[in-house]
């Protein structure tokens, strides 16, 4: 049975209750519905109480692809899941430098190229890590902002760059310790942080008997928030190590600075594409569509893109009217609720 998170009345985040008791509260008054950006619903208490809270520990698995996270009391387990990092910006990239390149290479009058003599700003990340980066700080403030967590236990990201000479992946890896570094620092501001070797995570899964599944990209507890139960269990000792909840978090992916489409189509024009608005509705807003819901996406000939509403986000049609769509709200994360 996964608790619901409370917060306090000035918004500091108390010990999670039962089901049960949060519908008594909800029913008496005593607190109100509330839902963080990320998906995760949570009560707010509307009369001052107590602040007294319990030990709470983040496990935070860093990952490529997937991040496992779980947050646990040294009595049981509050919340796990795995969040997507994935990205595509480094294939954006690749595609607007070529393209750039091409311009460049016509025989038109421009200015003189000035490529070889840019600095680097300090603590400059490239744009893939940096986003990375980014993603797992907006999450982690969401839910440092719901769950009374005291320390978070990482699995540390340790690399010899020395041992990759002349391999292709030296270079991303590098990026990628830096990367953390920047993360590790935000952490440090509001919590006690943690970091463990990989054997210590292995050590301790395969001594309380947590299995893990090959695949990395299953939505299943056992792809990579098991690992992060593991950094509980080394960080408070966890005693309970049922799984009480499991979800499933991505961001979408929205070309806001894409001005027309890549390929020109019938007599060398290229067609509009992209941004964050279209036909007046903000990508991604949640409407009611012949009594169902769907997300909105782009445009083509007065009509209007809408997606599942579903972590896929799969489309669903490309002709809906937009008189017919009654916008509900804006959702920027995704959230799939697996147990």
């Not at 947050?71 to 954006?92: H, Y």
């Not at 340790?158 to 292709?168: A, E, R, S, V, W």
């Not at 669903?316 to 609720?337: G, H, I, R, S, Y």
Request: net charge positive; glycine share 8%.
């Amino acid at each position: 049975m996964q608790k619901v998170p409370v917060v306090h009345l000035d918004a500091t985040p108390l010990m999670p209750c039962s089901p049960s008791k949060a519908r008594r509260l909800l029913k008496s008054g005593g607190a109100v519905k509330k839902w963080t950006k990320t998906g995760i619903f949570y009560i707010q208490l509307t009369t001052p109480t107590g602040k007294h809270t319990q030990p709470l520990a983040l496990g935070y698995d860093l990952g490529a692809k997937y991040d496992g996270l779980c947050v646990a009391s040294e009595k049981r387990m509050q919340t796990s899941g795995m969040l997507v990092v994935d990205n595509r910006i480094a294939k954006k990239m690749e595609r607007r430098r070529n393209m750039r390149r091409a311009r460049r290479f016509r025989k038109t009058r421009r200015r003189p190229a000035r490529f070889d003599n840019r600095s680097k700003p300090e603590g400059w990340l490239p744009p893939s890590i940096k986003a990375k980066v980014e993603m797992r700080i907006r999450f982690l403030k969401h839910l440092l902002a719901i769950y009374p967590i005291t320390t978070v236990a990482v699995e540390d990201v340790k690399m010899d760059g020395n041992k990759l000479k002349g391999q292709k992946g030296r270079k991303y890896w590098t990026w990628v310790m830096v990367g953390k570094t920047k993360l590790y620092q935000w952490l440090k501001q509001y919590v006690e942080l943690t970091l463990y070797e990989r054997s210590d995570t292995v050590r301790v899964r395969t001594e309380a008997g947590l299995r893990k599944v090959s695949k990395k990209g299953a939505r299943v507890f056992e792809s990579q928030a098991v690992d992060g139960l593991a950094l509980c269990l080394l960080a408070l000792g966890t005693k309970d190590t049922a799984v009480t909840g499991f979800s499933v978090w991505r961001t979408p992916d929205v070309p806001r600075r894409q001005l027309h489409r890549l390929e020109p189509g019938k007599g060398g024009i290229r067609p509009p594409y992209g941004g964050s608005v279209a036909l007046s509705f903000k990508k991604n807003t949640v409407v009611e569509y012949h009594g169902k819901l769907y997300r909105t996406g782009g445009t083509t000939k007065g009509r209007l893109s809408l997606h599942s509403f579903d972590l896929d986000n799969r489309r669903v049609t490309q002709n809906a009217k937009p008189e017919q769509c009654k916008k509900l709200f804006v959702q920027t994360w995704f959230q799939k609720k697996v147990i």
